[in-house]
């Protein structure tokens, strides 16, 4: 995949706008402002490669472009909080 500098530049600022409403939206993260941000920019990365190859297209524009990182993002949120150990799921880690 080939992206042109202004491509990259634009797909940064969307991360950034995606990354930061995500971190509304999935709440316990503990990442704070930065980490949600780089998180952001990783997920319209991600959100721009998995939803093409499920064959979903949200349109064109600056708009749809934010949704795509927007979910992107809150998909790696997610993953992230899973892998971490659930966070605000309700799952607790026992000790012993």
Same mark, same amino acid.
């Given at each position: ?18 990354? /930061? #409403?995500?971190? %509304?939206?999935?709440?316990?993260? @503990?990442? &704070?402002?930065?980490?949600?941000? +780089?998180?952001?920019? !990783? =997920?319209?990365?991600?959100?721009? /490669? #998995?939803?093409? %190859?499920?064959?979903?297209?949200? @349109?064109? &524009?600056?708009?749809?472009?934010? +949704?795509?990182?927007? !979910? =992107? ?14 966070? @605000?799921? &309700? ?6």
């Amino acid at each position: 995949m080939h992206m042109s500098n202004e491509g990259l530049l634009v797909t940064l600022v969307v991360g950034l706008i995606a990354g /930061w #409403l995500a971190g %509304q939206i999935v709440r316990g993260t @503990g990442f &704070g402002l930065i980490g949600d941000l +780089i998180v952001g920019v !990783l =997920g319209a990365f991600f959100g721009s /490669w #998995l939803f093409p %190859q499920l064959g979903i297209h949200l @349109g064109v &524009g600056i708009v749809s472009a934010i +949704i795509n990182a927007t !979910l =992107g993002a809150v998909i790696l949120l997610l993953i992230v909080r899973l892998v971490r150990g659930g966070g @605000g799921w &309700g799952w607790r880690r026992r000790g012993f």
